[in-house]
């Protein structure tokens, strides 16, 4: 019986105190009661109705949720801190047991009207209805959480190494200025701008955004309908893309396929590959191109950096194709249907090889001062060495006659030799030297024998001299292939130079102020910190 009595009271205790909990506050209880009883939260809660209620409005900023460069639409999750005085809702602590603030919610009481001006979504105000904290005072603070949809004025001439400036403009739809004095939490007395005019403490680092300016002004518009001013307060959000992800998966792959369309003049143009690698450069780039206009923001006002340097690619690659094509064309040339005119291999073969370093054979280069290139050709060859001791040189007008001479010596040469074999052998078998007066006429085969000789000789320098031109075709085209090779190579360098660094963003050293003032970040920071050590 004592043990289950000793039970009972101890139930009984707690249904005492569980009892006294739900009840609450009553002094509290009896404030509330008191204070909205006879409240109108329709009207304006002055004493004179010709007095100003002075409304102070400030931003937490929790989270920059995203920016749809598209769309022009910035998205924010913030907290909106607002506090005015109500002298409805004054009291004395002492009557109502020393109760200095009561938490009520914010649908029983008077709210100023403010609105997102630049709202880009269906609800212009706040719609998650928070409690309001009441001070004894007659103070109202009310801090509700909201996600805001606003319209920014996308700026993407250097996206993606861009800064965006976007803003809130927040006022009151419905009162005017002598009725509802709008002003920042944190203005300085005859001042309207406040440089930290966005509270950062909370907010969690963006993985694509930093944050290098949160100012706010205040100003006073005059509508022409209306003699009443209209305040209003700008909270702008100065902002700058963290361009590591666009670097690594955007620009280098552009960068990279372009400075392949170098490598068509490199190709040498026997290969048969140029036009097709150009080709492909061009078709890879195209189709990398339809893949990154999806990421690049879709406006005719400007056309963005990225844009810029693939429209610049894209041309140049074109261009590159229909060089290669020029090159293959002189190339594969030969001299039965095309004749090299004479400034062609003064320029092409004579000069530019030195200045563009490269190593022609020195024969090829003499050879077009107006020497028989035959005869360089028949150096290079053992076996024809012996025939071109004897080949004539041609030069000036009288080339064509110092051929002629040139060829019946080598033929008196021919015969006079033969002869004198010939003659030595008649000597031995006749033994008597009456014979050698004789005139003696060479047998056919002999005769056979030098006309076919003469022929080969005539053939292979004909062969020669069209292999020599045809050669000279080749060369050409190599000096082009060299020449454009170094064209191109600095238009891809300075080109790449010029379009990629023109964002001014680049070379600025503005700190971002989000790690600075933001305690979440920080305690993020730490604990990578701690977990690497």
Not at 203 to 230: F, G, M, Q, S, T
Request: proline fraction near 5%.
């Amino acid at each position: 019986m004592g043990w289950s009595g000793g039970v009972g009271l101890a139930v009984l205790g707690l249904l005492a105190v569980s009892l006294r909990l739900a009840g609450g506050n009553p002094d509290a209880k009896r404030l509330y009661d008191d204070l909205l009883s006879n409240y109108n939260r329709l009207i304006r809660p002055v004493a004179n109705n010709t007095d100003t209620i002075t409304v102070k409005m400030g931003l937490k900023l929790s989270q920059l949720v995203d920016l749809d460069l598209k769309n022009q639409i910035l998205t924010t999750n913030l907290w909106v801190e607002t506090e005015w005085r109500d002298d409805k809702l004054r009291w004395d602590p002492d009557e109502y047991g020393g109760v200095e603030e009561i938490y009520v919610p914010s649908e029983n009481i008077w709210l100023p009207d403010l609105i997102l001006y630049n709202n880009a979504d269906g609800n212009y105000h706040i719609t998650t209805m928070t409690k309001a904290t009441l001070y004894h005072h007659g103070l109202v603070k009310w801090e509700p959480p909201a996600i805001f949809k606003s319209s920014c004025d996308i700026d993407v001439r250097y996206f993606p190494f861009d800064e965006q400036t976007c803003w809130l403009k927040f006022g009151s739809w419905t009162f005017d200025g002598f009725q509802i004095d709008l002003v920042h939490i944190h203005a300085i007395p005859d001042s309207d701008h406040v440089e930290q005019g966005i509270d950062l403490t909370e907010y969690y680092i963006n993985v694509e955004w930093d944050i290098l300016r949160v100012p706010a002004e205040r100003h006073v518009e005059v509508y022409p309908c209306c003699p009443e001013p209209y305040p209003d307060i700008f909270f702008y959000l100065k902002i700058r893309r963290k361009p590591l992800f666009y670097v690594v998966n955007l620009i280098i792959p552009c960068v990279g396929i372009f400075y392949l369309s170098i490598l068509v003049f490199y190709l040498p143009a026997q290969s048969g590959e140029k036009t097709a690698l150009a080709i492909a450069i061009l078709v890879s780039q195209t189709l990398y191109f339809t893949l990154v206009i999806e990421v690049i923001p879709a406006t005719s006002l400007t056309l963005p950096l990225l844009g810029r340097y693939l429209l610049f690619s894209m041309v140049l690659i074109a261009v590159s194709v229909c060089l290669a094509t020029i090159v293959l064309n002189l190339h594969y040339r030969k001299p039965s249907t095309h004749r090299m005119p004479t400034w062609v291999r003064r320029i092409l073969i004579q000069k530019m090889p030195g200045i563009l370093l490269m190593r022609v054979p020195k024969q090829v280069v003499k050879a077009s001062n107006g020497m028989r290139r035959s005869k360089y050709l028949r150096q290079s060859d053992p076996a024809l060495a012996e025939l071109a001791e004897c080949e004539p040189v041609s030069g000036g007008g009288g080339g064509s006659s110092g051929g002629l001479m040139a060829q019946d010596k080598l033929n008196g040469q021919l015969r006079n030799h033969l002869d004198s074999i010939f003659s030595g052998f008649q000597k031995l078998i006749a033994g008597t030297a009456q014979q050698a007066v004789q005139v003696r006429k060479l047998p056919f085969v002999v005769e056979k024998t030098i006309h076919n000789i003469l022929f080969i000789k005539t053939h292979i320098q004909r062969q020669d001299e069209f292999d020599a031109e045809d050669q000279d075709w080749g060369i050409v085209a190599m000096v082009l292939d060299r020449l454009f090779l170094w064209i191109f190579g600095a238009a891809a360098v300075v080109g790449s130079f010029m379009i990629l660094t023109e964002s001014p963003s680049l070379f600025e050293t503005t700190e971002p102020i989000d790690v600075k003032f933001s305690k979440i970040g920080q305690e993020d920071s730490s604990r990578v910190v701690t977990s690497l050590a």
